[in-house]
């Protein structure tokens, strides 16, 4: 695997790629908030052969620059669009959680052509409503009023399961580290984003390609009706349910994660 940044547009994204002489297929792993690309590390490493893996960190996030600093879906969207095509990939997969699920729907509603599959993770389609803009202002007040310790030490708590929580706290350090690792004002940029984001619902039943949608049982951020949605409406998708996980199921349980996940490369992309 290495690691490289790019020039897009008016920022350098960091990017990393496993070394895969002839892909029939790519899968762009889309990192949520606040976090980075290394978040998926352990499934880069375990892809089915054939299958290219890239990860990169989203504006503002990780080592990506944050250009003129006002963030939006729209405009994370727009920049993973132009990795795709700085990249010249071809045979996309778009793989995203939380936030990154987001950013997916929206470059797929932008530029429908671009992806051949979709993997979304403990991810909604629904614009945030007022009481979540509401929850966004106070954490921004948070780390405004205290630090971004104190909106990290809330945050975890709420993203694990009860079992990652007790039981695995080497991948809650893991994380802890990496959203401390941001910059507070691009974390708050972040958060006004993601207060802001459109409602891509109504997109949903014009999605033609096969989509995985994937939750962790214990996920406190995004309930099971909120994924049911997703599955009503796209044709061509398929449901998991990971246990003992809460929001991030890949790195909660990321045997099972990289089964199901791998399953669906080699039933879509391989056979």
């Keep these: 695997m290495k690691e490289t940044r790019v020039k897009t547009g008016h920022i350098k994204v960091n990017v990393a790629v496993t070394e895969e002489q002839d892909p029939k297929a790519t899968i762009v792993f889309i990192h949520g908030f606040p976090f980075n690309k290394n978040i998926w590390k352990q499934q880069m490493v375990a892809l089915p052969e054939h299958i290219q893996g890239i990860a990169y960190d989203v504006r503002g996030h990780g080592k990506t620059s944050s250009g003129h600093g006002y963030f939006s879906v729209d405009q994370f969207a727009n920049d993973l669009l132009n990795l795709i095509k700085f990249l010249k990939l071809k045979n996309v997969i778009l793989c995203g959680i939380s936030m990154g699920g987001y950013i ?8 429908p ?4 599959g979709l993997i979304l993770c403990d991810t909604n389609s629904m614009a945030e409503g007022n009481e979540g803009k509401l929850n966004r202002f106070a954490q921004i007040e948070t780390i405004m009023s205290k630090d971004l310790q104190a909106f990290t030490d809330a945050f975890v708590k709420k993203i694990f399961s009860r079992d990652t929580l007790q039981k695995k706290p080497k991948v809650v350090d893991f994380i802890r580290q990496v959203i401390l690792q941001n910059k507070e004002k691009n974390i708050c ?6 207060a802001s984001r459109t409602d891509t ?5 014009s999605i033609k390609v096969p989509t995985l949608i994937i939750r962790g049982e214990q996920d ?14 796209i044709k061509k998708s398929t449901f998991s349910l990971i246990p003992e996980s809460g929001h991030l199921p890949n790195l909660e349980n990321p045997e099972q994660f990289n089964a199901i996940l791998n399953e669906y490369l080699t039933k879509n992309f391989l056979s």
């Design 113 to 116: 052509e671009t992806a051949s």
């Design 189 to 194: 940029a972040t958060l006004l984003a993601l």
């Design 201 to 205: 619902t109504v997109f949903l039943d």
């Design 220 to 233: 406190q951020i995004i309930s099971h009706e909120q994924v049911e949605i997703l599955h009503q409406h």
């Design 104 to 111: 997916a729907l929206r470059a797929t509603e932008s530029s």
